[in-house]
């Protein structure tokens, strides 16, 4: 059965977004046709595909309107996207705004169109908690016809927040195992003047506070004094400031290195050693995923979706969150023993192959449309 399918996400970095499209683009490839409406092109969209559309919303500027009115132009372009192709289903990644806007366009076609949403993570951990928007969080859960979320972490955090009268499913993250594998990348260490005795860690992220990434150089100041090493600091965010002024607090200028926004990060986690993820709040943690699919160790915090991604003593360690000695000591303990290196970078490639490999999550989603277009 060929379906059509409208995806909303937030087009702009991020592991939502990137899941999103990543999903489009693997449903087409099996022949779904698939039909982006959000308000700029996905930035992972990068090749043109005969079976996915593109649909951006456009707000107009009315002098009566202190504020653009973008959701319900949103939930405008998916009422009319969803009548013109006949769409089979709406699947929204996170709740606010994307599920209540599916839930008024379903309401202005038909009232057949189906709506699957998928939480991601701050829509509930950070959103979930505003008093104003909590109840229209909730809505917007049980006017889904089916709910997933990215870990089972997450499914319970939105019970103990929301209680929704809906049940939710996990369905994990995924990776597209064609681009994340481990490349031959080692000139690039030299190009970065990284000597061959060195370790590379690496850290990816919106530099967002909740990722603490300050805890990532504080951790990286104790490990380089035991081990010779550099940090690669990727992205780029609200805290990279205070990031910045810490690294030369700590007089770690020459050892950190800060390579901004990031493609192709595949050649970077190709020449890491370990990877560090200390956020507060993480609902999955996908660069953990991208960098364990290149076969590198990771050592993230007990919270939320992490510890269902790394398998603590197997493919890395757990940590509690700020407690940056025993971060730096699990994260010694990977650098310092080859054996146990290439013990843990080897089960981490096998983890994501037996847990989140792209075709057995496609499969989950696609099965989980199918069942929902049955019941019609
Ligand atoms: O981590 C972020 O700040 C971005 C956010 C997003 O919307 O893309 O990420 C969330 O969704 C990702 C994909 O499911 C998860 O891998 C991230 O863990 C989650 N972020 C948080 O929970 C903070």
Do not use: W
């Not at 209540?100 to 991601?120: E, S």
């Not at 992220?205 to 081990?227: A, G, M, P, T």
């Not at 076969?295 to 603590?312: F, H, L, N, R």
């Amino acid at each position: 059965m060929k379906l059509k399918i409208g995806i909303t996400c937030y087009p702009t970095v991020g592991g939502s977004g990137v899941i999103a499209t990543e999903l489009g683009k693997l449903l087409a490839e099996k022949g779904h046709e698939i039909h982006f409406i959000s308000s700029s092109m996905p930035f992972r969209l990068n090749k043109v595909y005969s079976n996915i559309y593109y649909h951006e919303v456009q707000v107009n500027q009315y002098s009566v309107f202190q504020y653009p009115p973008y959701d319900l132009a949103l939930a405008s372009k998916m009422a009319e996207v969803a009548k013109r192709e006949k769409l089979d289903l709406l699947h929204v990644h996170y709740a606010i705004p994307h599920a209540v806007c599916a839930y008024l366009a379903k309401k202005m076609t038909d009232d057949q169109l189906k709506i699957v949403t998928t939480l991601h993570g701050t829509d509930i951990t950070v959103l979930g908690y505003d008093p104003s928007l909590n109840d229209m969080i909730r809505f917007g859960i049980e006017g889904s016809d089916v709910v997933t979320a990215v870990s089972e972490s997450l499914v319970q955090q939105t019970y103990d927040l929301l209680q929704p009268k809906k049940a939710i499913q996990t369905v994990y993250n995924f990776i597209d195992e064609r681009v994340y594998s481990k490349k031959d990348t080692q000139d690039l260490k030299t190009q970065y003047g990284i000597s061959d005795d060195e370790k590379v860690v690496i850290h990816v992220s919106n530099f967002r506070k909740v990722k603490r990434v300050q805890d990532v150089v504080k951790s990286f100041h104790l490990i380089e004094k035991q081990v010779p090493s550099k940090l690669l600091l990727v992205g780029d965010g609200p805290e990279i400031s205070v990031v910045c002024n810490l690294v030369k607090e700590l007089g770690l200028k020459d050892k950190v290195l800060f390579l901004g926004k990031q493609e192709n990060l595949e050649d970077l986690y190709s020449i890491s050693d370990l990877m560090l993820l200390l956020s507060e709040k993480e609902s999955f943690g996908l660069v953990l995923l991208e960098a364990m699919a290149c076969g590198v160790p990771s050592v993230g915090t007990k919270i939320g979706g992490i510890p269902e991604v790394i398998d603590d003593g197997v493919t890395g360690y757990l940590s509690d969150v700020g407690d940056v000695e025993d971060i730096a000591k699990n994260a010694v303990t990977i650098l310092d023993n080859a054996a146990l290196h290439k013990e843990f970078a080897e089960n981490a490639i096998s983890r994501v192959k037996e847990h989140f490999s792209s075709q057995r999550i496609v499969e989950q989603y696609e099965d989980m449309y199918k069942q929902l277009i049955k019941h019609e």
